[in-house]
């Protein structure tokens, strides 16, 4: 008994045919298309078998299927990897393309109150549930786009409390699924409003990291963004 199988697949898209895991260079160019294609998903959810219709056909001719569906015209592709997300945050900041339309740019912004600065205001005022639900939304929105797997950093916070509900609202809904989460600390996003660089460092370096660390479960990485206005060159050599 398997959990699905989608027959007569129009075309069934794999990343390769020689059992490589991934591709580089060139490589990347070159996908695997079977035409009139099956695919069987096991009880695990997991993919069990794929290729030739006519192949699957008989080599599963005895066996079962929770769901058998016909993908006569249809396509099926691998998931998309999405690896750089910052999906928790509040605060819409639709009004800031009224002023990149007009020329201004996005350092210009930032140093006028929006940008960065602007989101984290919003984000340190919004509730975990809020959060949440916000998360939850844009999840879904991903998923019917294809994205299976993202990789989300916090980074709206910039400061220990805010960046570690960040990471806390990332691993309640993981656990949600479909969509598997990657997460990422991401403390030197920008330099806190009335603060210096130099502090900001030393408020990652001396307190967040290690609290963060306690918790080590919350991050599965950490992160930094760069820029000669925002995070000093020298600083975050420091930080990395």
């Not at 390769?16 to 490589?27: L, P, Q, T, V, Y």
């Not at 740019?105 to 949440?132: Q, R």
Request: proline share 2%; charged share 25%.
């Amino acid at each position: 008994m398997y959990r699905l199988r989608i027959r007569n697949l129009s075309q069934l898209v794999t990343i390769s045919n020689d059992g490589k895991s991934f591709k580089i260079g060139k490589d990347l160019g070159q996908l695997n298309i079977i035409k009139n294609g099956t695919i069987i998903i096991n009880n695990l959810g997991l993919i069990e078998d794929l290729g030739p219709s006519d192949v699957l056909d008989e080599k599963y001719k005895d066996a079962t299927f929770t769901q058998d569906l016909d993908g006569t015209g249809k396509s099926a592709i691998p998931g998309f990897v999405d690896g750089h997300t910052h999906p928790v945050w509040s605060g819409d900041r639709v009004h800031e393309f009224v002023m990149k339309l007009s020329g201004v740019s996005y350092l210009e912004i930032h140093k006028a109150g929006g940008g960065i600065g602007f989101t984290v205001d919003h984000t340190k005022k919004s509730s975990e549930e809020e959060l949440e639900e916000l998360l939850r939304i844009r999840l879904k929105r991903m998923l019917r786009q294809g994205t299976t797997l993202l990789e989300a950093k916090s980074g709206y916070g910039l400061e220990l409390e805010t960046e570690v509900k960040m990471l806390k609202v990332l691993h309640k809904v993981a656990k949600e699924g479909p969509v598997e989460i990657v997460s990422t600390y991401l403390g030197a996003h920008s330099v806190p409003k009335g603060s210096t660089s130099a502090a900001a460092t030393n408020d990652i370096v001396a307190n967040q990291i290690p609290r963060i660390k306690v918790s080590i479960t919350l991050s599965d990485s950490k992160d930094q963004m760069m820029d000669t206005s925002r995070c000093h060159i020298l600083l975050t050599s420091f930080v990395l």
